[in-house]
């Protein structure tokens, strides 16, 4: 099996994220490219194996192995035997510098999968919008290709950062959602999870780019912009709801993260 799409690119353009081209070859062909290629890529493979070159280090690509490369960076690979499937995408747009660097992408990397099974549902599903719809095609594609590199960036964070098989952290998730209603300390975290302070404050940090208690804040106030859009409830019913200690404490949070009043919110909807 192979394929090679190259959508017809118009106003989609003028999206901060569309599709290039994309492409799957069961038995790949031996690419040399001295100057790099012009766009950045993501490649995976899920069967056979090959070889990827990079500053004259050699490296075997097997399956369930996916290949990050920036644009214009020198490389060379080839296939080990007779199928090496290589699978590639290559995303434009003027948002997608801001989603490397969020995503901290900015120099060659080879990722092991996990689990690339919701990875080669959207691959397959962006090969079937450009195919299947040829007015709306393209940019049902872009939908596709944001969740595209949302899911390759949560395996590779999952690998490298601990993001989703962290304990710890999972723990002190858990118990914040399902109290996070009433006061929580950092003792109370500090008892569930069985780390110091210290610790605990690095693994939030490190992986969910927050402090503990900013976390906190942060669930209580995803809560109460839900009860700010389906119920009629009061600011200060809804303060109390969410774990606030009063009215004015949690304006005073919901304008720091959100940049506007709890009423201006409502008034929006």
């Not at 995976?44 to 990079?54: A, D, E, V």
């Not at 490397?100 to 120099?107: A, I, N, P, V, W």
């Not at 690998?159 to 098989?165: D, R, Y």
């Amino acid at each position: 099996m192979f394929f090679y799409d190259y959508p017809i690119l118009g106003k989609e353009k003028e999206l901060p994220l569309y599709l290039i081209n994309m492409g799957l070859q069961e038995c790949q062909d031996h690419i040399i490219r001295k100057e790099g290629y012009p766009c950045s890529q993501i490649l995976f493979c899920t069967k056979g194996s090959g070889t990827l070159i990079i500053d004259k280090k050699k490296t075997i690509i097997g399956p369930y192995t996916a290949i990050f490369l920036p644009a214009f960076y020198p490389h060379e690979y080839f296939p080990n035997e007779k199928v090496w499937d290589i699978h590639w995408v290559v995303p434009g747009g003027s948002g997608l510098e801001a989603i490397f660097q969020g995503f901290k992408l900015k120099s060659p990397g080879i990722y092991r999968l996990q689990d690339s099974k919701k990875l080669e549902n959207l691959f397959f599903s962006m090969h079937e919008a450009l195919h299947s719809d040829s007015l709306f095609g393209n940019y049902r594609a872009s939908g596709y290709l944001y969740d595209f590199l949302i899911e390759f960036y949560r395996i590779i964070s999952s690998k490298n950062q601990g993001i989703s098989f962290n304990p710890t952290i999972q723990k002190a998730v858990d118990y914040i959602n399902c109290n996070f209603t009433r006061q929580i300390t950092m003792e109370d975290l500090c008892d569930v999870c069985r780390v110091s302070k210290q610790h605990l404050c690095l693994l939030f940090r490190t992986t969910l780019h927050a402090r503990p208690m900013e976390y906190i804040t942060k669930r209580r106030l995803q809560a109460a912009k839900e009860l700010l859009t389906v119920s009629q409830l009061t600011i200060e019913s809804i303060a109390e709801e969410t774990g606030f200690c009063t009215a004015s404490y949690f304006c005073k949070m919901f304008k720091r993260y959100e940049g506007m009043t709890p009423l201006n919110f409502k008034k929006m909807l």
